[in-house]
């Protein structure tokens, strides 16, 4: 054998040996798994369990259903890309609460950690494997009746059903009173709003939409006759209601008043097509405090964002708006709602006490997912009156934001998607001097040292206010 070719043989063969064997694939089509593999019934079924089928089942709002394997196997490369957005338009699932800054503590939170997101990629990158049967935990139940998630309801309303064509614009209007039928005052424990219409349930939808009618519906309740209805005498503002928005439960200190000869105002309310014409009410379900119950707080009256005079720029990046409010009361903030538009991207609230500053949080901000942020109890802003609150929105109106219809276009502000609003829906509550100092107490008492820090809270570490001594009068004055 010729030298050359014997060279050519040995330099083939040190290459086999240095490549390592591709394993074959087992009977199943699947790729034999190490002990360290990311598969689909030991480590991503979890996660989708708890974070991602409440949406993504046969009969949830989602356009696809990840509850099996054979569900979520052609969409693993998506899932990949769509958890690692985190907090930007598009992100799965849709938490944008940013992680690195800010108050980190939030009821009914879904978000994924740093790890999940990188067993999700690791997983599509390895061919998204099923894995052993045995690992799969027990299927999630999804109930699809009727009944409601707060529980049997004290009340419900319904609305006059509005009939929406398969395809024309959106459409904002009145619905006009609804009366409540209510004969004394009650205070509401829990709200929730469902939509019914005649759209087939099951089967894929095309949009988040798809199986509704309305896009939202902001109302209120106001006292009938010769009473105004304004906030001091038993009208009430209730938190908006939006596709795919969960119930509201209020905390037990600060029930929502309806009151007696009141009428619900469904004042505004959006509709938008979905290719199918479709015939659709709204059901409002009230679940009351005990006959006799009073609130410790009264609700705020903090209003924070700007609906009016807004000027956004065409083709312009991180555009901002800014606002302002002087706190007339303590005040502690139960939600944090940040609504924009189309061109919103971000938002963050600040508080400014004295020379401190303190970033509440940032939520990165999606038009096709509006989310209400709920604080656990003990982490909600506990605020001073007098601390300035700074509401600060972030604005794209680029190509690189998909949501906005044409960036080449001027928009102030106004109720259509491509008009545009900066206001944070969120609610809060009025505390008085001797609930503001129980309050601060308790966050105290959680915070082992004064190395400890409640962000969000300036005066806890504050030398508590001792009660006033009652003065007294001699008998000869």
Same mark, same amino acid.
């Given at each position: 054998?010729?030298?050359?070719?014997?060279?050519?043989?040995?330099?083939?063969?040190?290459?086999?040996?240095?490549?390592?064997?591709?394993?074959?694939?087992?009977?199943?089509?699947?790729?034999?798994?190490?002990?360290?593999?990311?598969?689909?019934?030991?480590?991503?079924?979890?996660?989708?369990?708890?974070?991602?089928?409440?949406?993504?089942?046969?009969?949830?709002?989602?356009?696809?259903?990840?509850?099996?394997?054979?569900?979520?196997?052609?969409?693993?490369?998506?899932?990949?890309?769509?958890?690692?957005?985190?907090?930007?338009?598009?992100?799965?699932?849709?938490?944008?609460?940013?992680?690195?800054?800010?108050?980190?503590?939030?009821?009914?939170?879904?978000?994924?950690?740093?790890?999940?997101?990188?067993?999700?990629?690791?997983?599509?990158?390895?061919?998204?494997?099923?894995?052993?049967?045995?690992?799969?935990?027990?299927?999630?139940?999804?109930?699809?009746?009727?009944?409601?998630?707060?529980?049997?309801?004290?009340?419900?309303?319904?609305?006059?059903?509005?009939?929406?064509?398969?395809?024309?614009?959106?459409?904002?209007?009145?619905?006009?009173?609804?009366?409540?039928?209510?004969?004394?005052?009650?205070?509401?424990?829990?709200?929730?709003?469902?939509?019914?219409?005649?759209?087939?349930?099951?089967?894929?939808?095309?949009?988040?939409?798809?199986?509704?009618?309305?896009?939202?519906?902001?109302?209120?309740?106001?006292?009938?006759?010769?009473?105004?209805?304004?906030?001091?005498?038993?009208?009430?503002?209730?938190?908006?209601?939006?596709?795919?928005?969960?119930?509201?439960?209020?905390?037990?200190?600060?029930?929502?008043?309806?009151?007696?000869?009141?009428?619900?105002?469904?004042?505004?309310?959006?509709?938008?097509?979905?290719?199918?014409?479709?015939?659709?009410?709204?059901?409002?379900?009230?679940?009351?405090?005990?006959?006799?119950?009073?609130?410790?707080?009264?609700?705020?009256?903090?209003?924070?964002?700007?609906?009016?005079?807004?000027?956004?720029?065409?083709?312009?990046?991180?555009?901002? $708006?800014?606002?302002?409010?002087?706190?007339?009361?303590?005040?502690?903030?139960?939600?944090?709602?940040?609504?924009?538009?189309?061109?919103?991207?971000?938002?963050?609230?600040?508080?400014?006490?004295?020379?401190?500053?303190?970033?509440?949080?940032?939520?990165?901000?999606?038009?096709?997912?509006?989310? +209400?942020?709920?604080?656990?109890?003990?982490?909600?802003?506990?605020?001073?009156?007098?601390?300035?609150?700074?509401?600060?929105?972030?604005?794209?109106?680029?190509?690189?934001?998909?949501?906005?219809?044409?960036?080449?276009?001027?928009?102030?502000?106004?109720?259509?998607?491509?008009?545009?609003?900066?206001?944070?829906?969120?609610?809060?509550?009025?505390?008085?001097?001797?609930?503001? +100092?129980?309050?601060?107490?308790?966050?105290? $008492?959680?915070?082992?040292?004064?190395?400890?820090?409640?962000?969000?809270?300036?005066?806890?570490?504050?030398?508590?206010?001792?009660?006033?001594?009652?003065?007294?009068?001699?008998?000869?004055?």
């Amino acid at each position: 054998m010729p030298a050359r070719l014997r060279m050519a043989l040995r330099v083939v063969v040190l290459i086999g040996l240095a490549t390592p064997i591709t394993p074959l694939a087992q009977s199943s089509g699947q790729p034999r798994e190490s002990s360290n593999a990311v598969t689909f019934t030991k480590d991503i079924a979890p996660i989708l369990q708890r974070s991602c089928q409440q949406c993504h089942h046969p009969d949830g709002v989602a356009p696809m259903s990840l509850v099996t394997y054979e569900d979520a196997r052609p969409w693993a490369r998506a899932m990949k890309t769509r958890t690692a957005l985190r907090t930007s338009r598009g992100a799965m699932p849709p938490w944008f609460i940013e992680k690195n800054i800010g108050i980190q503590r939030f009821k009914n939170d879904p978000s994924l950690s740093d790890g999940e997101i990188a067993k999700i990629a690791k997983w599509a990158d390895a061919g998204a494997p099923r894995g052993n049967p045995a690992d799969m935990p027990p299927a999630r139940h999804f109930d699809t009746t009727d009944r409601w998630t707060i529980g049997e309801p004290d009340l419900v309303l319904r609305s006059p059903e509005v009939t929406v064509p398969a395809a024309g614009p959106d459409k904002w209007g009145s619905l006009g009173l609804v009366p409540t039928g209510v004969t004394e005052d009650r205070y509401v424990a829990a709200l929730e709003v469902r939509e019914v219409n005649d759209i087939p349930k099951g089967g894929s939808v095309k949009t988040v939409g798809g199986r509704y009618g309305f896009h939202h519906m902001t109302y209120s309740s106001v006292v009938q006759g010769d009473r105004p209805g304004g906030d001091a005498d038993g009208g009430t503002s209730w938190p908006v209601h939006e596709v795919g928005r969960n119930a509201d439960i209020f905390p037990p200190e600060a029930g929502r008043l309806l009151a007696a000869n009141s009428a619900l105002s469904l004042s505004a309310y959006h509709l938008h097509s979905n290719g199918r014409e479709t015939k659709a009410h709204l059901e409002f379900a009230f679940k009351f405090f005990p006959a006799g119950y009073k609130p410790l707080y009264r609700n705020s009256g903090l209003r924070l964002g700007n609906g009016i005079d807004i000027d956004v720029k065409p083709n312009q990046a991180n555009q901002e $708006q800014h606002a302002y409010a002087t706190l007339q009361e303590h005040t502690k903030i139960i939600t944090f709602e940040p609504h924009m538009h189309a061109p919103g991207v971000r938002m963050c609230m600040e508080a400014i006490w004295g020379y401190s500053i303190q970033t509440l949080n940032c939520v990165g901000y999606d038009h096709n997912w509006v989310k +209400q942020y709920v604080y656990e109890d003990d982490a909600a802003p506990l605020l001073p009156k007098g601390t300035i609150v700074h509401l600060i929105g972030f604005l794209d109106t680029t190509p690189a934001n998909r949501n906005p219809a044409d960036p080449r276009n001027w928009a102030g502000g106004g109720r259509r998607s491509i008009a545009n609003m900066f206001i944070n829906l969120g609610y809060s509550v009025a505390l008085t001097e001797e609930q503001f +100092q129980a309050e601060m107490a308790k966050r105290r $008492q959680n915070m082992k040292s004064r190395n400890d820090y409640d962000l969000g809270c300036p005066l806890c570490w504050a030398p508590p206010v001792k009660p006033a001594q009652p003065t007294t009068t001699s008998g000869n004055q």
